[in-house]
Nanobody, 114 residues
Framework: QVQLVESGGGLVQAGGSLRLSCAAS????????MGWYRQAPGKQRELVAF???????NYADSVEGRFTISRDNAKNTVYLQMNGLKPEDTAVYYC????????WGQGTQVTVSS
C-alpha cells in the first residue's frame, strides 16, 4: 500500500497562506484521484479538494477561490495552496489517494489565529 506523508502545516494568522504537500512513496501517475480532507475538533471529516488523474479538480464551497490543489507526477506529490486563511480553516488536514482502495496520510495540523 502506498505511504503518504503530509507536510507544510503550522500556525498562521488570518489572511495568511500555507502550502501543504503530500508526498507518495511510489508513482502517483496511476492513482484515480488524490485529495485532501480536514477534520476540526468535534466535527466530522470534511472533503476539501481533490484532483483526478486527468487533472480536473473539485473544491468544497467553503474553500472555493481560496485554495488550489495541484499535482506533480514527477515528484509524486500533491499540493494544497491555501490563501486567505480563516480561523474556521483550523483543522488536521489529511491527504488521500484512490487506486481501488483508499490510502491515507497521518495528517498535518493547520491552525489559523484571528
Amino acid at each position: 500500500q502506498v505511504q503518504l506523508v503530509e507536510s507544510g502545516g503550522g500556525l498562521v494568522q488570518a489572511g495568511g497562506s500555507l502550502r501543504l504537500s503530500c508526498a507518495a512513496s511510489e508513482s502517483i501517475f496511476g492513482f484515480n484521484a488524490m485529495g485532501w480532507y480536514r477534520q476540526a475538533p468535534g466535527k466530522q471529516r470534511e472533503l476539501v479538494a481533490f484532483i483526478m488523474n486527468g487533472g480536473s479538480t473539485n473544491y468544497a464551497d467553503s474553500v472555493e477561490g481560496r485554495f488550489t490543489i495541484s499535482r506533480d507526477n514527477a515528484k509524486n506529490t500533491v499540493y494544497l495552496q491555501m490563501n486567505g486563511l480563516k480561523p474556521e480553516d483550523t483543522a488536521v488536514y489529511y491527504c488521500y489517494a484512490v487506486r481501488g482502495t483508499v490510502s491515507w496520510g497521518q495528517g498535518t495540523q493547520v491552525t489559523v489565529s484571528s
